[in-house]
């Protein structure tokens, strides 16, 4: 079974709840900013700004870019003012990571937090990382 399936039954709940993969003319567009995230990894913790961008096109797919490294696998569901956006660090590999983002729109800016992990699955499954974070995001002209 897909460490996705967990993903993908979420997007298929919140669809039926009357959110879409499709956003509004409002959302299309590109949104830049800072993540500031807590990770553990281990018994370490640090604190890490990385630049997050978020493209919600017109043909209903979703871009997002990690300190300039594009994310595997987006996918998102938008409501009026609020979705849920998923993805995976190209770092760890497909199926070795997973972040979930909260995004909640007002205006031209994009506010809203993300939960990462990153799992090694060799020889057993571990969790090697994980992550917190908030955003802030605006949108570019």
Do not use: C, W
Not at 18 to 30: E, I, K, R, Y
Not at 63 to 90: E, K, N
Not at 94 to 123: E, Y
């Amino acid at each position: 079974m897909s460490r996705f399936y967990f993903a993908a039954v979420a997007l298929s709940v919140l669809a039926v709840a009357g959110l879409s993969s499709a956003a509004t003319p409002d959302q299309t567009g590109t949104f830049v900013g800072t993540l500031k995230s807590k990770v553990t990894a281990g018994s370490s913790v640090s604190t890490v700004k990385s630049e997050l961008k978020i493209e919600f096109a017109a043909d209903d797919s979703t871009t997002v870019t990690l300190d300039g490294a594009i994310q595997l696998t987006p996918q998102a569901v938008l409501g009026a003012t609020d979705g849920l956006v998923i993805f995976a660090d190209p770092a760890a590999g497909l199926g070795n990571s997973a972040t979930i983002a909260t995004v909640h729109f007002k205006g031209t800016t994009i506010k809203g937090n993300t939960t990462s992990i990153v799992l090694n699955t060799v020889p057993t499954v571990t969790l090697t990382k994980s992550s917190a974070g908030k955003f802030k995001l605006k949108k570019q002209p």
